[in-house]
């Protein structure tokens, strides 16, 4: 049974450009949420989609849009890229009612 | 506005000694209260959870104690082992909302 996968692993990008990351949320599950790890932060909870819709957000900026595909699969786009965007980006999936997330590897954006 | 609150920032343990990090959130609405395990370059992986309806909750060396009171709750580590030397992030959470808010994490260290 695969768990959350996230694709690329790794990403460099400069400021002003725009990047779009990938989740597949683990086997049976409904649910994509997005969260945003700084260098030694605690992850800061972006958005979630559930059917296709952004049902929850973070505080976070317009700049920070996503989609979800009917197979479930989400992404997340960041335009307009700052400096301050440079962090692991975290994809978590779980089943609509229930509170278990599991997260993915990440990827590592830097933006210079 | 930080909803959760985690310390110590660091911990150095004796292999086979007792880790434990405390956590203290604001909101009186969070009824869900998990822990992750993070090691480096990869995503938070639950260790346990807990919710306001139970004191203790104990699996395997990792066992919860909760003060709903005192809006506090910790997480113990029995017998420390070097495997267990990773970064520990407490997190919170309301019914149905799905949207974790987490501590600002402690690293763990344990020496042999």
């Known amino acids: 049974d695969a768990g959350v996968t996230q694709s690329p692993t790794h990403l460099i990008k400069t400021r002003g450009q725009q990047v779009t990351l990938r989740c597949s949320p683990k086997s049976g599950h409904d649910t994509v949420s997005w969260y945003q790890q700084a260098l030694g932060q605690g992850p800061q909870f972006i958005f979630q989609y559930y059917e296709e819709e952004e049902r929850q957000r973070g505080n976070f900026p317009d700049r920070f849009s996503g989609h979800q595909f009917p197979n479930y699969s989400s992404e997340l786009n960041v335009n307009a890229l700052w400096l301050g965007d440079s962090a692991l980006y975290l994809c978590a999936s779980s089943l609509r009612g229930t509170e278990t997330q599991y997260f993915g590897p990440g990827t590592r954006l830097l933006v210079l | 506005q930080q909803q959760v609150k985690q310390s110590p920032q660091s911990l150095i343990v004796q292999k086979g000694g007792i880790s434990i990090i405390n956590c203290a959130y604001e909101n009186t609405a969070f009824d869900y209260f998990p822990w992750y395990q993070q090691f480096p370059g990869k995503g938070p992986a639950l260790l346990i959870a807990?919710?306001?309806?139970?004191s203790e909750k104990k699996e395997g060396r990792f066992t919860i104690s909760f003060n709903k009171s005192a809006k506090q709750f910790s997480l113990h580590i029995m017998d420390s082992q070097p495997g267990d030397s990773a970064t520990y992030f407490c997190?919170?959470?309301?019914?149905?909302?799905?949207?974790?808010?987490f501590g600002q994490g402690t690293r763990l260290t344990i020496n042999p």
């Open positions: 997190a919170a959470s309301r019914q149905g909302a799905q949207k974790l808010v």
């Open positions: 807990i919710r306001p309806d139970v």
